[in-house]
């Protein structure tokens, strides 16, 4: 009895699906017309996001450079020993944003104001807290001008309002983030507002 009720059931089954292939074809068809749209939406939002993620690493490595080698310069002109190697962990700390350059001439200036060289300890505060730490604001902006084509303004609001909601990571994702706004606006403006 079970047997012959599933056996009604499939013929029902049947019956009711063999007009449904028009249907099914269909839905098929619509459902490749869309991956090839995400395929494309994907290609296109990697191509377009790609040049500002390598701009903003190339920033990145390029503000831990010049902070390293700026360490260094002033190492060896306050008499330091080892300023190669202390630019070099300046350039591999640069890498954090605001305290990363800091956790090397910090120190460096407190060991020689304690060894009663206070004007080599304010030269070095000085040159890293006015020099050092303001080569991001002064290198990101080019870079990213030049490289992303983002205008100044647009990092630096980027980097404000990032901080606002990131913290310090803000100085990094702030622009980025705005960078990937205006570009998904030009995409929207090319795909659905052409004239």
């Not at 599933?6 to 089954?13: A, N, Q, Y």
């Not at 749209?37 to 831990?64: I, M, Y």
């Not at 350059?101 to 304690?114: D, H, K, Q, S």
């Not at 404000?160 to 570009?183: D, K, M, R, V």
Request: aromatic share 8%; net charge neutral.
């Amino acid at each position: 009895m079970i047997a012959e009720e599933r056996r009604v059931e499939r013929d029902d089954l049947r019956r009711a699906g063999e007009g449904a292939e028009p249907l099914v074809e269909g839905l098929a068809e619509l459902a490749d017309l869309r991956l090839r749209v995400f395929v494309r939406l994907v290609g296109n939002l990697e191509r377009r996001f790609h040049r500002p993620k390598l701009t903003a690493q190339r920033c990145d490595l390029l503000v831990a450079v010049v902070q390293g080698c700026l360490v260094t310069l002033g190492f060896m002109l306050t008499g330091l020993g080892n300023a190669a190697f202390w630019g070099v962990v300046t350039a591999v700390l640069g890498i954090l944003p605001v305290v990363g350059a800091g956790l090397v001439w910090g120190p460096a200036a407190v060991t020689l104001a304690l060894s009663d060289r206070i004007g080599a300890a304010i030269f070095l505060a000085v040159l890293g807290a006015v020099v050092v730490g303001n080569v991001d604001v002064v290198i990101r902006p080019a870079v990213f001008r030049r490289f992303a084509s983002v205008p100044v303004l647009i990092t630096l609001i980027g980097a404000i309002g990032g901080i606002g909601y990131f913290g310090l990571l803000g100085l990094l994702i702030g622009p980025l983030a705005l960078s990937y706004f205006f570009e998904l606006m030009e995409m929207y403006r090319e795909e659905y507002l052409k004239d």
